[in-house]
């Protein structure tokens, strides 16, 4: 018989699998793993904070105070504060009743915001003040970035955080396009999260200011004006994504508050 | 109020663009080179062609003996490497580095005959894979095949 060469019918080296289909399941199977790894790991970290004792807080608190003070430039702001303010920061600040002082502070920003930085520090916008009318309406801001504190929202925050990083690493794909694609599918879960906390620092900024007041009026000021700036706003992107809940949500909800706690409503003070 | 998602919309963008930009060229290009591959080695198929030390068979009047090479260096896509480094989590079979490597060995193979069309006999071939920007994490790397062999004239 006579040799003939001839080549293989079928290549056996290579796999006939579609590559499309390697790639949704790996894809869907990562997506699942990174967020019930960060579910887990956020789910302790609020465990680690809720049990956590004043004096671990504290330390936090100092260890991260002298980075945040050189960061934001918060040294000798303090005078610069309009007198009323400060007294208003008092009385929010006895009413909160925080295991450890908290300092306000002042920027020029055009911007109508305020927040809340670790290490006990908050920060009034500029911007914030000149927009509000009342006294009322800023006690409020002021005393829900006070409730965030009492609620441990920064150590959460800071918490989640170092979990993002360390997982990140962990993974070692931080060189690979995969962290970064992946990385908003756990912004998800944080976004909700946050949507959950902001709810209830409301809560709190109610009882705080009833208690220095006697009554909750004029507290949705801020709100209406960042409903206003909502209804111009060009973001694309849903609220579900937003960190802050819609403000007219938020608006309903404290009115409901309101009349749940049976809070008495009288007239405000002008700024 | 800040959003979540917004600064991360632009690397979104770009990550999915870069995969599907890599899948469309990189299928577009492995399915003309497979095509092309699979006819050349039709053409070629009776050029006798061993890995064996020893010429096949007895052959008289050796006329000349010469060092054949076939080299090929080949790209992996975005697509192909965002689908290895998942893998990297899960372990097991890269499917899609398989058709790379394969394309690599064969063209290899390929070329090293297509210089030495009229040689009698190819004998001790021998294979080498080496990758291009090895250790350097965020390039797109490459596979290089050197094919090499002792071609025999009668």
């Known amino acids: ?271 | 109020m800040e959003n979540y998602i917004e600064p991360y919309l632009f690397q979104i963008y770009f990550a999915i663009g870069l995969v599907v930009v890599g899948y469309v060229f990189g299928r577009v290009a492995e399915q003309r080179h497979f095509k092309s591959i699979i006819n050349r080695e039709a053409q070629l198929i009776n050029l006798v062609t061993t890995n064996g030390k020893k010429p096949l068979g007895r052959l008289e009047n050796i006329e000349r003996c010469e060092l054949a090479t076939g080299s090929v260096v080949i790209s992996v896509d975005y697509f192909k490497r965002f689908v290895a480094s998942l893998r990297q989590l899960f372990g097991g079979n890269i499917h899609t580095y398989e058709t790379l490597v394969d394309r690599a060995r064969r063209e290899a193979v390929l070329r090293l005959k297509e210089a030495h069309p009229d040689a009698t006999q190819l004998i001790n071939l021998r294979i080498e894979t080496s990758s291009i920007y090895k250790g350097q994490g965020n390039q797109v790397g490459s596979v290089e095949v050197l094919a090499y062999a002792t071609a025999i004239y009668t």
């Open chain 1, 1 to 271: 018989m006579k040799y003939s060469a001839k080549l293989p019918n079928e290549n056996h080296n290579v796999s006939g699998e579609h590559p499309l289909k390697e790639f949704v399941i790996l894809v869907c199977g990562t997506c699942v793993l990174a967020l019930g790894l960060y579910w887990i790991l956020g789910k302790s970290v609020d465990v680690l904070v809720d049990n956590m004792p004043p004096i671990a807080e504290q330390l936090i608190h100092q260890q991260v105070n002298e980075y945040v003070s050189d960061e934001f430039q918060l040294q000798g702001e303090k005078n610069q504060l309009p007198s009323n303010i400060k007294a208003l920061m008092n009385g929010l600040e006895q009413c909160a009743g925080l295991d450890y002082p908290v300092s306000l502070h002042w920027q020029q920003d055009k911007q109508v915001n305020a927040f809340a930085l670790p290490g006990g520090h908050i920060m009034l916008l500029s911007g914030l003040v000149e927009q509000l009318n009342s006294e009322n309406g800023l006690a409020f801001v002021i005393a829900h970035e006070l409730a965030h504190f009492d609620n441990r929202d920064h150590l959460r925050a800071m918490g989640r955080g170092v979990v993002m990083v360390a997982l990140s690493t962990l993974i070692g794909l931080d060189n690979a396009k995969v962290f970064d694609f992946l990385s908003p599918v756990s912004q998800l879960e944080t976004a909700q999260f946050s949507q959950q906390r902001e709810s209830r620092a409301d809560e709190l900024a109610l009882s705080i200011v009833n208690c220095h007041y006697g009554h909750v009026g004029g507290v949705t000021e801020f709100f209406t004006l960042m409903q206003n700036k909502e209804n111009h706003s060009t973001s694309k992107v849903g609220s579900y994504w937003s960190s802050h809940p819609p403000s007219q949500i938020r608006i309903s909800s404290i009115e409901k508050l309101v009349v749940q706690q049976a809070y008495e409503i009288k007239e405000v003070k002008a700024l």
